[in-house]
């Protein structure tokens, strides 16, 4: 006979009621049996532990007594909406358990970005509008790709990606980005930072390589890549970008940002880049290229990609969906030169086999439709006014104290502060007025933070940004030198 409970109950000769209800409680205090979870009926435990029924129903009814148990008339007992409570865990010595890699010692959960406390006035960075998403286009070619699906065998599919999402990510990245490729140079990713961290797993051979990277630059990178025992050599930024001649001659992965370098915003210039991807090919290097918001540019046509202008094989052109449609989607890809496909592959693989079919099913059919295309151009001119109401808010009410990095592209505009005011002073201030925006403390890679403000265009509609700024003037003018 099947067992009526997924845990056992160890009932003795004696004592049997105050033994069922004693391990019946303790069962719904440690959370083996959940609020609302439905009881065996009386006669059939009774049968299952060789008990008399009216022992049974006495336990029950003593739970029930107790408020551990709820009933219904037709429905037979549930355990009631009964917190567990467990004895408090032992504290971990100070430093963190020594059972887990030092690294991870201090770690705690990690804040999803939908549980931030809602402001009046929000200009966080890399949060595309996701509002105006077309949710039903979605839906329906969902539905379309669920029907094909069920007449496949459900079994693990590839783990580069789907053969239609990767011939789909080769033509939009020809036609918006120049990128020389086809499906067979793409590997799927769950976004860009998986790609990282697979990239890191093929590049890196701990202690050992050096990763050089823009400073300040993306932190999430660099701890990726600093988990899987490289050396991080932090190389600074000017106006034309990554300083090549900064470069380590050690130097065997380096990271870059070049259509719009995170945080500050400014692109590297064409003899920039042609100078980094002649320090790969003379030293042996790889270069990996993030091109995480090339797509909502304001300008001129954006400067061909480093992956176009390679002809070496030394770039990983790394992309995302994350900020053209919505970041819970969780797909982005590689182009990576023919000599590492097979690494990436396995590595993928290994670290997770492959990704979510019915969303690169889905997000395959968006693409070819034309709905990428169709949606980036819409927000492409959303972004615009709302970089535009900004610069003219910014230059209104704070011109004197933050003086805005020109962008041409990107979801955020960097700004450096005039005054000696500290950034997260005045971000916490803010916070208080009802306006969040954020620092570029986070940013520095080599220790010294850029002196600035980070303001994002996904959230902010344009008609509102010249309130949200006004909130800022304020509280800088109390910061205003004497």
Known sequence: ????????????????????????????????????????????????????????????????????????????????????????????????????????????????????????????????????FPYEVWRRLSARALRALSREPALYDSAVGRRALREAIAGHVSFARAVSCSAEDIVVTNGAQHAFDLLARILIVPGQTMLAMEDPGYGPLRRTFELAGARVAPVPVDDEGLVVERLPPSTRVIYVTPSH????????????????????????????????????????RPLDALQTLDRDGVVFYVGTFSKSLFPALRLGYVVTPPWALG??????????????????????????????????????????????????????????????????????????????VPARTVVDEAAREGLRVESLDDSAVGGVAPHGLLFGLGVQPAERMDEAVRVLGRVLEAHRPR
């Open 343 to 420: 690494a990436l592959a396995r590595a993928r693989q290994l670290n997770d086999w492959h990704g979510d079919v019915l969303a690169q099913d889905t997000l395959a059919l968006f693409i070819a439709e034309g709905h990428l295309a169709r949606h980036v151009r819409r927000m492409r001119r959303v972004y615009a006014d709302r970089r535009d109401a900004l610069l003219q808010a910014l230059a209104r009410h704070a011109g004197d104290a933050l003086a805005p990095i020109p962008v041409e592209a990107g979801l955020h505009v960097a700004a450096r502060l005039r005054w000696p």
């Open 1 to 132: 006979m099947e067992p009526l409970l997924a845990f056992p109950l160890d009932i003795p000769a004696r004592g049997r009621l105050q033994a069922l209800h004693g391990q019946l409680r303790a069962a719904i205090l440690d959370g083996r049996l959940r609020a609302g979870q439905s009881l065996p009926s009386t006669r059939a435990l009774a049968e299952s532990l060789g008990l008399s029924r009216n022992t049974v129903v006495s336990a029950y009814d003593r739970l029930l007594s107790e408020g551990y148990l709820a009933a219904r008339q037709g429905a037979g007992y549930r355990v009631a909406a009964v917190v567990p409570s467990r004895e408090a865990s032992p504290r971990a010595a100070e430093g963190g358990d020594h059972r887990l890699h030092p690294h991870w010692r201090d770690a705690t959960v990690p804040r999803p970005m939908c549980e931030q406390p809602p402001m009046r006035h929000d200009l966080r960075a890399c949060v595309p509008d996701a509002s105006q």
């Open 261 to 300: 370098q995170s945080p500050l915003g400014v692109a590297m210039s064409p003899s920039r880049r042609l100078a980094l991807l002649e320090f790969a090919r003379r030293h042996g290097a790889v270069v990996i290229e993030d091109d995480y918001d090339s797509e909502f540019r304001y300008g001129e």
